[in-house]
């Protein structure tokens, strides 16, 4: 069964400074990938995902992932980061378009200070 | 894509007792879901729930438990049956979106306390 990780607990990072928010996919087929946001109090909201096409995909809010089909990874991007980026992120993946069991990882908390 | 409109928003409950947790869409949709999310942890898929058929569930969850119904193809309503503190969650439905329902849309959730 498709499986993600996502390793890191929480991310810091400084008001300005670029974000990376790490993913990895485990998938015996063609991967759908995608990044959520749960923001207090909120559901999910949907970020960016990959389907097909270009390895870089463009999301809302300015972020931006890379998938690399080599590395299975489709990490979280953004070159400056906002003290309202401040977040829960999970990165999910589905295996194709016939299964409807989309698996979530563990959620990265990121954290932008001023 | 669509909106969803998931009710109540937050409930505590006495163990023993049910909670139905309701989920409006404002477009006709094929599939719907329903996931757990438990106190610092990630999202768990319960069951998907078809309009005509019975919900299938996952490993895990069962319908004596979790009983789903989807009467019409914008709504569905989940219950929380002789609740546990341990069914203390948010539980959150969803539906697929987008053209060919690559991904899905929230819910915000309903924050459920058992005690």
């Known amino acids: 069964a498709q499986s993600v990780a996502q390793p890191e607990d929480q991310v810091n990072v400084a008001e300005g400074n670029p974000l990376t928010v790490k993913c990895t996919y485990s998938?015996?087929?063609?991967?759908?990938l995608f990044w959520y946001v749960q923001y207090p109090n909120r559901g999910l909201q949907f970020l960016l995902k990959?389907?097909?096409?270009?390895?870089l995909v463009k999301g809302s809010y300015g972020f931006e992932a890379e998938f690399n089909k080599s590395q299975t990874s489709f990490h979280l991007k953004k070159p400056s980061a906002l003290v309202s980026d401040s977040a829960l992120y999970f990165c999910a993946v589905r295996e194709g378009y016939n299964n409807n069991d989309m698996r979530f990882g563990a959620g990265t908390r990121l954290t932008v200070k001023p | 894509s669509a909106v969803i409109s998931q009710k109540p928003s937050r409930d505590i409950c006495q163990r023993g007792t049910s909670l139905t947790i309701q989920c409006q869409v404002d477009s006709q949709v094929t599939m719907m879901f329903w996931y757990r999310q438990q106190p610092g942890q990630s999202l768990t898929l319960i069951a998907t729930?078809?309009?005509?058929?019975?919900?299938?569930?996952e490993s895990g969850f069962v319908i004596d438990k979790f009983p789903i119904s989807r009467p019409n193809l914008t709504f569905s309503t989940l219950t929380v049956s002789n609740m546990s503190p341990e069914d203390s969650s948010i539980y959150l439905c969803?539906?697929?979106?987008?053209?060919?329902?690559?991904?899905?849309?929230f819910g915000s959730g309903t924050r459920l306390t058992v005690v």
């Open positions: 990959y389907i097909t096409g270009d390895n």
């Open positions: 969803s539906v697929g979106s987008g053209q060919f329902n690559y991904g899905y849309t």
């Open positions: 729930a078809n309009q005509g058929s019975e919900a299938t569930y």
């Open positions: 998938v015996s087929g063609n991967p759908y």
